[in-house]
């Protein structure tokens, strides 16, 4: 996984062709890149994110941004009352106690590095935006 700016890169490998391909995860518009190297893959990558903001100012639109911090889980009544109990029992809201749970969980993960914290304590709701669709991106020599 790459990171730049806040957006994230999940990466493949095609060996039909031999090149690394990847794309914008957490997104809803599709933005593309790919190199034969890693560092190659790391500069399409940067590149193809500045593209795509750029893209965007340029037709007056708001970039999507990645994962907005609200997430709806659902789950049975009996279980939602005994985790609000919990959270209530430590002085805590229920948001607050679960995003706490899940920090610990991702945080001890192998694969997972440090998360920043940031509780969101209000959303704005956010416009629904149409799939913007970048021209191909350039091969990298």
């Known amino acids: ?37 890693v ?23 708001k970039p999507d941004k990645p994962f907005s911090g609200r997430f709806l889980l659902r789950m049975s009544p009996d279980l939602h009352r005994r985790l609000a109990e919990l959270a209530s029992e430590q ?22 590095g440090p998360i920043p914290v940031t509780h969101a304590r209000s959303a704005k709701s956010k416009k629904q935006s149409s799939k913007k669709k970048l021209p191909p991106k350039k091969q990298h020599a």
């Open 39 to 61: 560092s190659e893959l790391r500069k399409a990558f940067e590149e193809s994110v500045d593209d795509y903001l750029e893209f965007c100012k340029e037709r007056g639109e």
């Open 91 to 112: 002085g805590q809201s229920l948001n607050n106690w679960i995003v706490t749970r899940l920090e610990t969980v991702a945080c001890s993960s192998v694969r997972a």
């Open 1 to 37: 996984m790459l990171h730049y700016r806040n957006y994230s890169g999940m990466i493949s490998f095609d060996p039909e062709n031999d090149f690394l391909h990847g794309q914008i995860v957490g997104i809803k518009d599709v933005v593309t890149f790919q190199g034969q190297s």
